[in-house]
C-alpha cells in the first residue's frame, strides 16, 4: 500500500533526492569552506565564515547546516548564535591542508563525472561515452577528451593521487613484491612506445578504462617485455563473479560507461584477458576495499 511512511518511498525519496548531498559535499569543497574553518582560531559563526570565500551569508548558512546534518560539520550555539567547525571526517578527508584531503577528486567529480553522468540514458541507449555531448569535445582519442584543458589534466592527475593516500596501502600490501626487484609503472604512449624491460608491471585503474580488445593489446605487450617469471599486478575495482556486487563497483561500471570505453570486470574476465595475453599463476586479493588487487607472473 502506498504511504508516505512506506519503507519502499522512504528509500526512493532517498535515491531521488542523493544528487543533493552530493552537491552539497562538491559546493562547500568547491567554496572553501573547510579550509576557512580549518585555518580558523575556533569555530566561525556564519557571517565569518561567508566572508572568509567571498558568499552570500543567507544562503551559506542553509550550506553549513545541511553540512551539520550529513556530519561534515560540527555546530555549537553561544548566546542564540550557532558557530560551526570542522568535523574529524571533514579535518581528514575535505580540508586541503590534510595529507589524506580528497577535495580534487571530489572537484573533477564537480566538474566532470557529474555532467557526464547527467546524460547516463543516452549513455545507455548508445553504449557510449558522452564526452562529445557534455563538454563539446570528441572522444575519440579518450584522454585528451579528458584532459581537455591543462587546468582539468592537473585537476585528474592530482584527484588520482588522492585515492591512494587512504587506499594505497592496501593494494600494494597484498601481495610479497619483492620477488620483483625492478619494477616499472607505464609512461609515454603504453600502445605505441617500447615498454621498458622488468620484473613487474604495475597497472592500477588502467584496464577499467578500454575495451576488452584494447586491453589484450596493452596485456601482450606488457608480456612480451616482461622478464620470464616476471609479474603484472592489477589493481582494479572487483565485481563479484554473479555481477550482483558490490554497489559501488557496479556504480563504477556505469561511470566506465559515461567518461571512457571501458568498465568495471569481474576477477573471471581479468583472468581471461590475462592469461589469453600469456600470464599465469593468477592470485587475487579482495582488500574489502574500493581497490583490489591481482597478480599474475610470466
Ligand atoms: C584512471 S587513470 C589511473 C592512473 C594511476 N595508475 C592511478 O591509479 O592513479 C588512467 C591513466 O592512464 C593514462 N593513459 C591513458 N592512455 C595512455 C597511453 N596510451 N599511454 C600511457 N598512459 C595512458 C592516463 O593518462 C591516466 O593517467
Not at 519503507?7 to 559546493?27: H, I, K, W
Not at 557496479?250 to 573471471?268: D, F
Request: hydrophobic content about 40%.
Amino acid at each position: 500500500m502506498s504511504s508516505p511512511e512506506d519503507p519502499c518511498y522512504r528509500l526512493l525519496t532517498d535515491y531521488a533526492n542523493g544528487f543533493m548531498v552530493s552537491q552539497v559535499v562538491f559546493a562547500a569543497c568547491e567554496l572553501g569552506v573547510f579550509d576557512v574553518l580549518a585555518e580558523a582560531p575556533g569555530p566561525l559563526a556564519v557571517a565569518a565564515v561567508a566572508a572568509g570565500v567571498g558568499a552570500s551569508s543567507h544562503a551559506m548558512e542553509r550550506l553549513l547546516d545541511a553540512c551539520v546534518s550529513l556530519k561534515l560539520l560540527q555546530v555549537e550555539m553561544r548566546g542564540g548564535e550557532a558557530f560551526y567547525g570542522n568535523t574529524e571526517m571533514s579535518r581528514i578527508y575535505l580540508s586541503r591542508v590534510s595529507p589524506t584531503s580528497q577535495c580534487n577528486m571530489l572537484l573533477y567529480m564537480a566538474k566532470t563525472t557529474y555532467h557526464c553522468w547527467g546524460r547516463l540514458a543516452q549513455a545507455v541507449r548508445e553504449g557510449k561515452n558522452q564526452y562529445l555531448q557534455t563538454f563539446g569535445v570528441p572522444a575519440d582519442e579518450l584522454f585528451s577528451a579528458i584532459y581537455r584543458s591543462e587546468g582539468e589534466r592537473v585537476q585528474f592527475m592530482q584527484a588520482l593521487r588522492e585515492l591512494w593516500s587512504v587506499d594505497g596501502r592496501s593494494v600494494l600490501t597484498a601481495f610479497d613484491l619483492s620477488l620483483f626487484p625492478l619494477v616499472c609503472d607505464l609512461g609515454g604512449d603504453f600502445f605505441k612506445d617500447r615498454l621498458p624491460e622488468a620484473d613487474l608491471y604495475i597497472l592500477a585503474r588502467i584496464l577499467h578504462d578500454w575495451a576488452d580488445g584494447r586491453c589484450s593489446q596493452l596485456l601482450e605487450r606488457v608480456y612480451h617485455s616482461c622478464k620470464p617469471g616476471g609479474g603484472i599486478l592489477v589493481i582494479e575495482s572487483l565485481l563479484d563473479e554473479d555481477r550482483r556486487g558490490p554497489l559501488l563497483t557496479q556504480l563504477y561500471s556505469l561511470n566506465m560507461l559515461v567518461q571512457t570505453e571501458g568498465q568495471e570486470r569481474t576477477p573471471s574476465h581479468y583472468r581471461a584477458l590475462l592469461s589469453s595475453a600469456g600470464f599465469r599463476d593468477f592470485q587475487f586479493k579482495k582488500t574489502g576495499l574500493i581497490y583490489d588487487a591481482i597478480l599474475a607472473r610470466k
